[in-house]
């Protein structure tokens, strides 16, 4: 049994920082609290140094592996929680600003847990780690929209995460084990049936933390009740760890049965209910949670494709990177106008914020799968992998899907580039040059797919 500790140091930095910061908090003075977030960006920068010296491997029994995947969720994730950070100067000199971050912290080791698990056991650990943060994060700000939020997400948690657990135990008993590999072979002669059942039950809480169909529900009132910050933390960084955990699930129990049209189906439902739903959504925050539903539809077109084309898994990775910093950097713009609430309120944004308007115009279009954004590589690549995985029904719904998602995007840039300036305070400073630096991410990433997509394995 491999027992080296060094192979989860990004993890450990993650966990370390999490505790220091907690009881470094507790010590230090409201104005300097902003210590524990310079503590949790310096473990996420030393984790992506160490992601990258990293070799591949099995750990602790083959319960954890350290892969292409686990290794791309690692440095996405520690990203993405540099860029909340930087969005996060409202809760700067809170009375509970450190807890804010190590909840951010502890949540985004949930999420990296998710990704590296290969075993069930370890994969409901993570669930619960990826979880129980969030729901306090939703309600952070004590008030009625967000302690509503934290209630309904908490509720839905709850009642997916022991479908979870009941499923863990099916599984289980039909395998023999809960690793994995063994898990593969243990499943080849048991029942499809009383498999089918299980694995189901298994991707219930996966599907809630990536926020798919038909584990949706949270996802716009949360969205929308909870703070920004938190709302663009809980929208992007758990489905970065939960799609990649669906991806090797479904690779595991496909030993038994072929998963490709399950997931096909969820994938289209899933794309095609949050387009639909954003269509006529003037609230910027609930347009913005309709559009990550739609996102998490095209993601799972390329776990459609696992076992199928080689192309599939770099594609959903390339995929979740260009995802969570395009997502990121229209939070930020949110983040940046905080009195902005309706897509009225945007109205001349380009005559007062020239660069924040086309900063927001980009990660739109990037949303969209504009070229040359890196959103645009990652449809294009996933929908290769669908293609060569004998799913062209699936391709098509997702480019009638594309086509369609213009409309709402449009609706938020039309006021933005034309019309009167609406009168709008001073946008927050740091939050501005976090929609700067992820626009201009979104474009470098995509001009940089080929390199991206060989060093993933494609």
């Known amino acids: 049994m491999d027992e080296n500790p060094s192979a989860l140091l990004p993890e450990i930095l993650l966990a370390v920082a999490a505790i220091v910061g907690l009881l470094l908090g507790s010590y230090l003075p409201r104005h300097r609290q902003w210590l524990v977030r310079l503590l949790a960006a310096a473990a996420c920068g030393a984790g992506v140094v160490a992601t990258v010296v990293s070799e591949n491997m099995a750990v602790f029994g083959g319960t954890y592996v350290v892969d292409v995947a686990t290794n791309a969720t690692r440095v996405v994730v520690m990203v993405s929680v540099v860029l909340v950070l930087c969005l996060a100067d409202p809760i700067r000199g809170m009375a509970r600003e450190s807890e804010f971050v190590v909840l951010l912290v502890l949540a985004a080791l949930g999420s990296v847990l998710l990704a590296g698990s290969n075993d069930l056991m370890l994969l409901a650990a993570a669930y619960l780690l990826a979880s129980i943060p969030l729901y306090a994060l939703a309600g952070f700000a004590k008030d009625a929209p967000g302690t509503e939020a934290s209630l309904k997400f908490y509720l839905m948690g709850a009642l997916l995460?022991?479908?979870?657990?009941?499923?863990?135990?099916?599984?289980?008993?039909?395998?023999?084990?809960?690793?994995?590999?063994?898990?593969s072979t243990g499943l080849a002669t048991a029942p499809r049936l009383a498999v089918a059942v299980g694995v189901v039950a298994v991707l219930a809480g996966l599907l809630f933390k990536?926020?798919?169909?038909?584990?949706?529900?949270?996802?716009?009132?949360?969205?929308?009740?909870?703070?920004?910050?938190?709302?663009?933390?809980?929208?992007?960084?758990?489905?970065?760890?939960?799609?990649?955990?669906?991806?090797?699930?479904?690779?595991?129990?496909?030993?038994?049965?072929?998963?490709?049209?399950?997931?096909?189906?969820?994938?289209?439902?899933?794309?095609?209910?949050?387009?639909?739903?954003?269509?006529?959504?003037?609230?910027?925050?609930?347009l913005?949670?309709?559009?990550?539903?739609?996102?998490?539809?095209?993601?799972?077109?390329?776990?459609?494709?696992?076992?199928?084309?080689?192309?599939?898994?770099?594609?959903?990775?390339?995929?979740?990177?260009?995802?969570?910093?395009?997502?990121?950097?229209?939070?930020?713009?949110?983040?940046?106008?905080?009195?902005?609430?309706?897509?009225?309120?945007?109205?001349?944004?380009?005559?007062?914020?020239?660069?924040?308007?086309?900063?927001?115009?980009?990660?739109?279009?990037?949303?969209?799968?504009t070229p040359p954004t890196v959103v645009f590589a990652g449809k294009l690549t996933v929908f290769t992998a669908a293609l060569d995985a004998g799913l062209l029904w699936l391709v098509v719904v997702a480019v009638v899907n594309t086509v369609a998602s213009v409309f709402y995007y449009l609706r938020w840039i039309g006021p933005?580039?034309?019309?009167?300036?609406?009168?709008?305070?001073?946008?927050?400073?740091?939050?501005?040059?976090?929609?700067?630096?992820?626009?201009?991410?979104?474009?470098?990433l995509g001009v940089l797919t080929g390199p991206l997509l060989a060093a993933l394995g494609a």
């Open 161 to 183: 995460g022991v479908t979870t657990l009941a499923g863990v135990v099916v599984v289980f008993g039909l395998g023999g084990a809960t690793e994995y590999t063994a898990l």
């Open 210 to 286: 990536a926020g798919a169909v038909p584990a949706h529900f949270w996802v716009p009132d949360v969205t929308e009740g909870s703070g920004a910050v938190a709302a663009a933390f809980i929208t992007t960084v758990p489905k970065i760890g939960a799609v990649v955990a669906i991806h090797r699930l479904i690779t595991v129990a496909s030993a038994r049965l072929d998963w490709a049209l399950v997931v096909a189906v969820i994938a289209a439902a899933t794309m095609t209910l949050g387009n639909l739903a954003a269509f006529f959504q003037d609230n910027v925050r609930r």
């Open 288 to 369: 913005l949670a309709y559009s990550t539903i739609s996102q998490v539809g095209y993601l799972l077109v390329g776990v459609a494709a696992a076992g199928h084309s080689d192309l599939a898994l770099p594609a959903v990775l390339l995929y979740l990177g260009g995802y969570a910093v395009t997502n990121l950097g229209a939070f930020a713009v949110v983040c940046a106008l905080p009195a902005a609430t309706v897509l009225a309120d945007f109205r001349g944004l380009l005559r007062r914020r020239p660069w924040l308007a086309v900063s927001l115009v980009v990660v739109l279009l990037g949303l969209v799968g």
């Open 416 to 444: 933005a580039v034309r019309g009167e300036p609406a009168d709008m305070p001073e946008p927050t400073r740091w939050a501005v040059h976090t929609a700067y630096g992820a626009a201009a991410g979104s474009v470098l």
